[in-house]
């Protein structure tokens, strides 16, 4: 799936349109969405790519902690989950390695299953910052001195919070105050705060639950991909093999469904290729690291001088 990549009737696998319940189980959603939807992101794939050029022990390298990718092995032994300092005086883990080996070409659904947890599923897990790229990434801001306790970013309404955690209390007792915790602090649009009100997903059985949104939006990116087979023919598209069956009578009896879909699709992939601009920079260091020679004598530099001090 390079730059010039594009879907064609004859491309087009059962698996890259259809996200039914059956083909695509709940507990996978999550990672199915940000696997499918990143299909989509051509300046993703194409970094990717290039990495894999320059990296082609990747399929090997996929399922190394990161943190035994980033810190030598001299620190590892002192130091087995990297220090702040190894973080910052190493150069950012390769895209290549980062990415599944079998994306974009294979569908999420015909990965075997238990390679599908791209992503831990839990929650804080998925979302945890690794403290030396956050601060790395705090570096490179010009307001960097007169940034608040809290970064808020208004793309995804997520709000980057450090947070000493008192592991002597037991789990109930973290629970109950953290509970309290965001109670206090969700956004609710107060005079003072700039935050806006956030209001969390509906109920898990509603019609505006998350797993149904994510449902309904990779339903939409598989009518997308379907019309853009038969190059926008919507006619076309909807006599197509399956389509009552996998999309629903929307799709078959009515032919303004499909702009519809097209446009929550075309949304779902502008917002994906968002959220994935920072890896994408993360790349692109790592790329100046491995090319440019004086910049890369200079990085290291620090790095020794670092491990000096320590």
């Not at 990495?51 to 990161?66: A, E, F």
């Not at 390679?115 to 831990?120: A, C, D, I, Q, V």
């Not at 969700?186 to 705060?193: F, N, Y």
Request: aromatic share 10%; glycine share 6%.
């Amino acid at each position: 799936m390079s730059d010039s990549w594009t879907w064609t009737v004859s491309k087009l696998k059962c698996e890259d349109w259809d996200f039914r319940p059956e083909v695509c189980r709940e507990d996978d959603l999550e990672s199915c969405s940000s696997y499918e939807y990143s299909r989509e992101a051509t300046a993703f794939r194409n970094a990717v790519a290039d990495s894999r050029r320059r990296n082609p022990d990747y399929g090997q390298k996929l399922n190394h902690p990161l943190a035994e990718l980033m810190v030598s092995p001299s620190t590892k032994s002192s130091s087995p989950r990297g220090t702040l300092v190894d973080a910052l005086t190493k150069p950012p883990v390769p895209l290549a390695y980062r990415i599944h080996p079998q994306w974009p070409e294979t569908p999420f659904g015909l990965l075997r299953r238990p390679s599908r947890k791209l992503e831990p599923d839990r929650t804080f897990a998925l979302s945890q910052e690794d403290i030396g790229g956050f601060v790395r990434k705090l570096l490179g801001r010009p307001d960097f001195l007169d940034l608040p306790k809290t970064i808020w970013d208004p793309e995804s309404n997520s709000e980057t919070i450090m947070l000493r955690i008192p592991w002597n209390f037991n789990n109930d007792q973290l629970r109950k105050r953290f509970d309290q915790w965001l109670k206090d602090n969700r956004p609710q649009g107060k005079e003072g705060d700039s935050r806006p009100k956030v209001e969390g997903f509906k109920s898990p059985t509603g019609a505006g639950s998350r797993p149904r949104q994510i449902r309904s939006s990779l339903k939409a990116l598989g009518a997308y991909r379907l019309l853009f087979s038969y190059k926008g023919n919507r006619t076309k598209a909807r006599q197509h093999t399956d389509v009552l069956k996998i999309l629903g009578k929307d799709f078959y009896n009515n032919e303004t469904a499909w702009t519809g879909a097209k446009q929550v699709a075309l949304y779902g992939i502008e917002r994906c290729s968002r959220t994935l601009q920072t890896q994408l920079t993360l790349e692109k260091f790592r790329l100046k690291w491995e090319t440019d020679e004086k910049f890369r004598q200079d990085f290291d530099k620090l790095g020794e001088a670092s491990t000096e001090k320590r």
